[in-house]
């Protein structure tokens, strides 16, 4: 089966285990377990919640932590292929590029990623959408966290 095709429209990845089962599971709990409070106040029921706040505060925490490495290992290998694709006076600017410009540029082909590169230099294209918007021919990354 041929994998569809990635575009900015559909890039964004959502794991249902967690968008759709998880999350929505420990935010009916934390509702209900603050629930419980206003109609039994006690401590029992307001440690629940606060352990059920815990919980699902662990486990968002959790996903933005692997999204902060993931961003890391993205940057880590955009300064590696954009210190392979620049011509020389681009290269000694790679490091004016930010995180967030930098994980945008990745879904650039090697052939565009010079003039994709140069016109954010230039201020031409700053945040991620319009950085993404621009990329014509979209390098498809399946890998993400």
Known sequence: ????????????????PFHFFVV????????????????????STAFAAFVAAAILMGVVLARVMVATVQDRVIRLEMHLRLARLLPADLQARILELTPKQLVALRFACDAELPA??????????GSQKEIKLQVKSWQADRLRA
């Open 1 to 16: 089966m041929a994998e569809r095709v990635q575009s900015y429209a559909n890039h964004v990845r959502w794991f249902p």
């Open 24 to 43: 929505p599971v420990l935010l009916a709990n934390v509702l209900n377990a603050l629930r419980h409070i206003l109609q039994s106040p006690s401590r």
């Open 116 to 125: 994709l590169v140069r016109d954010v230099l230039a201020g031409k294209c």
